[in-house]
């Protein structure tokens, strides 16, 4: 298949496209329904994790909204974009929304306490975040070329 990544996304039907934008949200809310029934054993039993916990998720919910702020009509479920972002917390993180989801759900579960959402977060969410992230830049090297090389040599992760 010498199909590429954008033309794959480009070629879904409406109906998949909308699936595959209600699926990969849904993967995040399964994390928080975990939280929410999964028995609890706050900071695993360590106090000090309760607060590391909250202290990460607040953070990871700071900067997964000031990322998807500067985003702005940008914003996709799937890969892809019309523009470059590359000021704001973009100057320096290639894909903030991602780390900030990872940040508050590691917060949330530490704060918790829940051994089925760490497992979650390490076997679901990271992974889908990585392949994700893997997509996105593709997506963005085909659309923009030397100048997304230029933007993802100069920030991290």
Avoid: C
Wanted: hydrophobic share 50%.
């Amino acid at each position: 298949m010498n199909e590429t990544n954008s033309d794959f996304w480009k070629s879904l039907s409406p109906g998949k496209a909308a699936a595959l934008t209600v699926l990969v949200p849904s993967l995040y809310l399964v994390a928080l329904v975990l939280a929410w029934f999964a028995p609890k054993h706050f900071g695993f039993g360590i106090r000090p994790l309760v607060y590391v916990g909250l202290t990460v998720g607040l953070s990871g919910v700071a900067l997964w909204t000031v990322a998807m702020m500067y985003l702005g009509k940008s914003l996709a479920v799937l890969p892809g974009g019309e523009r470059l972002v590359t000021h704001g917390i973009y100057k320096y993180l290639r894909h903030p929304v991602y780390l900030g989801i990872d940040m508050t759900l590691l917060g949330l579960f530490l704060a918790v306490g829940s051994t089925a959402g760490m497992i979650y977060l390490f076997v679901v969410v990271l992974p889908l975040n990585i392949l994700r992230s893997r997509l996105e830049e593709k997506a963005l090297f085909q659309k923009f070329g030397d100048a997304y090389n230029t933007y993802r040599q100069q920030t991290w992760f």
